[in-house]
């Protein structure tokens, strides 16, 4: 069996006034008048929080009622930021078993009205929780990956500046010839220089938006111009420190892995991709987990004009989560919708990619631990012989992670060394701003944690450090501050503590 | 491809001290210790509403980290109260397409930490807004559609008074044999007659309990001794007074006959079932929509014996949510792992049905409107030849359902009859108690409204009344309230509503 993806349907992304019910059905009514099958077997319903974001439940059962198809089958599927991806991939399976010949599949996510800092609060549930209540948050989270791999790669500080605008650059120069984008403006050097510090190196304009916005398709058994290739799924752990590698994702790797080989391609089969640029350093990380450059070089191909819309090899043409918008739970189906539009011709031709045979899309769930990569493939007279596979019985390969995990600390005291740190100057509700936050690898123990710089000032990766515990937090600073300083410092961190609870 | 179920795992239901990962890690690990693939290639999660619930965000990527898993595909699945039972279709699609080989499927919820107002105003986001606005909850929607099927089939309430505590009190005994169960004490008639009114005529021992716990098993596609027969879904419209049908579920209905045409089998094949007594009184009306029993003669059965525990067609050996629990997102799954304790021989031998070659589980989502059933049977040395089917490949029904929706209430005042009605006793926070809760049928528009009574005092099913509008409420009054009584009762009201907002 194989599957292919019929209509297509999006929302305008941005600021909307309307409820997120009105915006999946504006998607799911798009794709289905766009489909040679209205009536489909069962609908299946991407969001990561309706909950939380708009105070609503049973969202399967709502849209299903909302399109007037009440009476067919309907789930809801989350991975947090890559549920619209998930619920791309349990559609597959549904119609792939032959349970199901055509099905609607829907992601959706409303944000903007609510303020920012409850939405912050509301992503940031994705985070594990003593991450989270040291005080990271996804921004914080990404930079501190950010600069773990500008170490790694000796990239300095000056030149991971230029790299990160010229993606920001790019995505917003796609972006404004994309009308379903968030940001249809270009933004120049100087903007990207003078937007806000968000978590060095990460600036506003490295960020992707609060975003409201829907995409839809319908998947069917029957044959149509495109066919899903392969498609694969990878985890890794929920918190950052008991990661193997804290500079690329393990789980996209075991993903593409997957995804490959279901097609039987190669990355230099893909002609052009839209990856999960949630953070601008993302999109060279991932572009270097998908296989299309070598480890610590992907920024050349941005920097040289590979990545460009008119490029040999575009990245996120339709303007990236950075430039489209970032509506959690759509993201992941409406990168697949993108591309579609890309391979059927249906953008202006203006931002009309070259080579459009063969795509990939590529989603993140969490600080990169639930992610997916989907591989698109145009449907020639026959599908190629030479293929190693006919329909998706592959037997899929179990990649397991096992990362260092957490040990009890049993002294008050120890030492460690930083192995990435971010100043983080947008800091959660209730901590102080800005907030240093480092992983530190402690010396005497197979263990990392997220601890608190007790002082501001200078820190640099590799730095011997002194780690305190203060109830379940962890605080560092520099090996040779006196005890005098310290205890001053420590009465007014416990103040401060205290005042913050 | 058939499907086949291997280990099974349960934790204690009820109050429990553990966290939801804890829960899903014990359910989760002693289904794979009790099978024979204890290294699965996909973890699929079954929650309604673990961020509201726990503040946990991305369930799936933690449970997959938790259970020391990660690498591998882990998805989460909601259908708001039949999440256990999606999550269950989801997995049995995902090794039915051919891609995965052995999944293991986990559900759970953790509920009775939190205050039980805050427990109800969680659990009723998944009514239509409107309704929840008018200050109908899960009961009240229950008692109305209890007060519409006794009507229908004039079931005096002294009667019906005897077939729910004839329910409650098979259910609880079942469930005092019953180790896994929430509530393992009978309860007598009197105490029955003398629990709290809930909802008229729900009383608090015809309601399931607010519960702790998770259910998991293995589903593979190698043979084990339980086949996945059937499986079914159907939805329903998600307000009540959009249904063509308030005294029954059509979609339950939709489901059952999905489930047995795939399975093609037939409800008199059947040897026991496990089915959603949220409510005492849905265990009848759900015993009629699957075809075991006439309708409206459901009730005969547990008061002839027919569906106790050593009856000849046992309904909820194992408690039901009434007397088992009801963690949300967990019992679909839980009633499945229940059939399968019962069809290996697991349980107790004081609690173990006569023949278990067929078993039926049917799991309700909302107030009725995403409804599961699920078919097991027993695998003989062949699968019957007889059997229609090879492997799933049925094309489903589409069955779709439009009753009547909303049309606008052009009028402030118009005129109407009661459809049905409940005497709310346990009224949501900022709602006075008692409050009496009507679905009105207006006379010259075809539309429903809920809407509250603007005096207490006795209503009749059929009574005709007089309708008005408070911005977007509806509020009723018999039809002989004179214009002084009503206008001194009005202002009475606005200052209540006042107060209240």
Redesign the interface.
């Known amino acids: 069996?194989h599957v292919y993806i019929d209509g297509t349907g999006l929302t305008k992304f941005g600021k909307s006034n309307l409820d997120l019910k009105s915006l999946l059905v504006e998607a799911g009514k798009k794709a289905l008048n766009q489909s040679r099958y209205p009536?489909p077997?069962?609908v299946f319903v991407g969001a990561?929080?309706p909950?939380?974001f708009t105070?609503?439940?049973?969202?399967?059962?709502?849209t299903?009622?909302a399109l007037?198809?009440?009476?067919?089958?309907?789930?809801?599927?989350?991975?947090?930021s890559s549920s619209g991806a998930?619920v791309f991939?349990?559609a597959f399976?549904?119609v792939?078993?032959?349970?199901?010949?055509n099905v609607l599949v829907i992601a959706g996510e409303k944000m903007t009205h609510l303020p920012t800092s409850r939405v912050t609060k509301?992503l940031a549930?994705?985070?594990?929780?003593q991450e989270r209540e040291s005080g990271a948050t996804m921004p914080a989270l990404a930079a501190m990956i950010t600069k773990a791999y500008m170490n790694r790669y000796k990239i300095s500080s000056d030149k991971m500046e230029y790299i990160l605008s010229s993606i920001a650059l790019k995505n917003h120069f796609n972006g404004s010839l994309n009308p379903y984008a968030q940001f249809q403006k270009r933004i120049t050097l100087k903007e990207y220089k003078e937007s806000k510090m968000i978590a060095e190196p990460l600036r506003l304009y490295d960020c992707s938006p609060i975003t409201d916005g829907a995409a839809a398709l319908v998947l069917t058994r029957e044959r149509t111009d495109i066919r899903v290739a392969g498609i694969g799924?990878?985890?890794?752990?929920?918190?950052l420190r008991?990661r193997d590698s804290i500079t690329h994702f393990?789980?996209t790797r075991?993903a593409a892995k997957t995804a490959y080989e279901m097609g039987g391609l190669k990355p230099r089969d893909i002609n052009f991709a839209e990856v999960h640029d949630a953070f601008t350093s993302f999109e060279i990380i991932n572009s270097e987990d998908l296989g299309f450059f070598e480890e610590g070089r992907g920024w050349e191909a941005v920097v040289d004009g590979v990545t460009h819309i008119d490029g040999p090899f575009p990245i996120n043409p339709s303007g990236g989560l950075k430039s489209r918008g970032h509506p959690v739970g759509a993201s992941g189906l409406a990168q697949i919708v993108e591309t579609i539009r890309q391979m059927r011709g249906e953008v202006d031709s203006k931002c009309q990619v070259g080579k459009t045979d063969i795509a990939l899309t590529h989603s993140i769930?969490?600080i990169g631990?639930?992610n997916f990569v989907v591989i698109l493939e145009r449907v020639r007279e026959r599908i190629k012989p030479t293929r190693k596979t006919a329909?998706?019985?592959?037997?899929?390969h179990?990649?397991?992670?096992?990362?260092p995990h957490d040990q009890e600390i049993k002294v008050n005291e120890t030492e460690g060394f930083i192995e990435t740190f971010t100043t983080l100057h947008v800091t959660p509700e209730g901590f102080p701003s800005p907030l240093i936050l480092g992983l530190v690898k402690l010396k005497e123990q197979n263990t990392r944690i997220i601890a608190r710089a007790m002082f501001l000032g200078k820190y640099k990766i590799g730095e011997r450090v002194k780690v305190e515990r203060e109830d379940n937090l962890y605080l560092f600073r520099k090996e040779n501050i006196t005890e005098k300083v310290k205890y001053y410092f420590r009465s007014i961190t416990r103040k401060l503590l205290k005042h913050i609870r």
Chains 1, 2 share one sequence.
Do not use: C
């Open positions: 069996m009536e077997d069962a990561m929080n909950e939380e105070e609503t439940g049973n969202i399967s059962t709502l299903v009622d007037g198809l009440s009476g067919i089958p309907s789930i809801r599927v989350e991975t947090a998930a991939s349990v399976t549904a792939a078993s032959g349970i199901f010949r509301i549930e994705v985070i594990e929780t799924q990878g985890t890794d752990t929920l918190a008991h393990m789980a075991i769930g969490g631990n639930n329909g998706y019985n592959l037997p899929i179990i990649t397991r992670i096992k990362g």
